[in-house]
C-alpha cells in the first residue's frame, strides 16, 4: 500500500481555484468529477462486497483482501475532500449522489455472489481507467500538481489491487462449474456496462449543465472526449472486450511497468 498524496496545509481551497482544473477543459473536468462523486459509496460497496465473500480466504488472498480494504477506505477519504472541493467550486453533487444511494439500494436486495460479481466488473472498469491515465499522463496536463497526484495515486492502487476482488469471486464460487463463472461475469459486466456509461454519462451533462453547457454542441463535445480524442472509452475498448474470454484473469494485462513509472 502506497502513501497516500499530501493535500498542503491551508491550500486545499486553492487546488480547485479554477472551476475546470482539468487543463481548463470543462468537458474533462465534468468527466473525472463525475467519477469522484460516485467513489465514496462505491468503494464502500466494494468494501461490504469482497467482505462478505472472504470467509476461509487463505494466504495469500486473506493479505490481499485486508490491504484491498485499506487501500479502498483510503480512496474513499481522499475523494471525499476532493468533492468537497468541487462543491466548493459551486457544483451540485446531489443528483449523483442520489443515482448512487438507489443502485446501493438495490444490492441489498441481492445475493453477495451477485455483488461481488459486481465488484468485480466495476474494478476491471477502474483497472484499465486507471491505465489508460497512467499510460497518457497528457490527461492531466495543466492540472494543479497536487490534484494530478492524487489521480495517479488511485490509478496506481487500483493496478495493484485489480485481481481482488476476482480472486475473491474465485474464492467465493468454488463450488461452481467454470461455464457458471464465466456466464455469470459476462452478464454482470454487461449489466455493469449499460448502467455504469448511462449514469457516468447523465452525471458529467449534469455537471456541464450546471456550467452553462448543454444541447446537440455539448453533447458532441463529451462523445468526442470519450470516443475520438482523447477517446477514453475508444481506447479502453480492448482491455474491456478481454473480460469475456474464457480463461482470462486481471494479471493477463501487465501493467506493473505503469507502477514502475
Known amino acids: 500500500m502506497r502513501r497516500r498524496p499530501d493535500w498542503p496545509a491551508g491550500s486545499a481551497p486553492r ?51 485486508r490491504d484491498f480494504i485499506a487501500q479502498e477506505a483510503n480512496h474513499s477519504r481522499e475523494h471525499i475532500a476532493f468533492n468537497r472541493l468541487v462543491r ?41 481507467f486507471a491505465h489508460d491515465l497512467l499510460a497518457h499522463p497528457d490527461m492531466l496536463a495543466g492540472c494543479d500538481p497536487a490534484l494530478a497526484a492524487l489521480w495517479r495515486w488511485h ?16 474464492h467465493a464460487t468454488a463450488g461452481w462449474s467454470s461455464w457458471q463463472r464465466w456466464w455469470v461475469r459476462s452478464l454482470m459486466m454487461l449489466v455493469v456496462t449499460k448502467t455504469f456509461f448511462a449514469h457516468r454519462v447523465a452525471d458529467a451533462l449534469d455537471l456541464l449543465r450546471q456550467d452553462g453547457l448543454r444541447g446537440p454542441k455539448t453533447w458532441r463535445r463529451l462523445a ?38
Open 15 to 65: 487546488l480547485l481555484d479554477r472551476r475546470w482544473w482539468a487543463g481548463g477543459d470543462p468537458i474533462a473536468t465534468a468527466w473525472f468529477n463525475a467519477l469522484s462523486a460516485t467513489f465514496p459509496k462505491g468503494e464502500a460497496f466494494f468494501i461490504e462486497s469482497v467482505r462478505a465473500c472472504s470467509g476461509g480466504a487463505a494466504e495469500p488472498l486473506a493479505g490481499q483482501i
Open 88 to 128: 466548493g467550486a459551486g457544483y451540485d453533487l446531489s443528483r449523483i449522489e442520489a443515482r448512487i444511494d438507489g443502485l446501493m439500494a438495490l444490492s441489498r436486495e441481492r445475493t453477495d455472489a451477485a455483488n461481488i460479481a459486481t465488484t468485480m466488473a466495476l474494478e476491471h472498469f477502474t483497472a484499465i
Open 155 to 170: 490509478a496506481i492502487e487500483e493496478i495493484e489491487h485489480k485481481a481482488v476482488a476476482y480472486d475473491t469471486f474465485l
Open 224 to 261: 468526442g472526449f470519450l470516443f475520438r480524442e482523447p477517446g477514453v472509452l475508444r481506447r479502453i475498448f480492448p482491455a474491456w472486450c478481454s473480460y469475456f474470454r474464457p480463461g482470462f484473469h486481471p494479471w493477463q494485462i501487465d501493467d506493473r511497468g505503469l507502477i514502475a513509472e
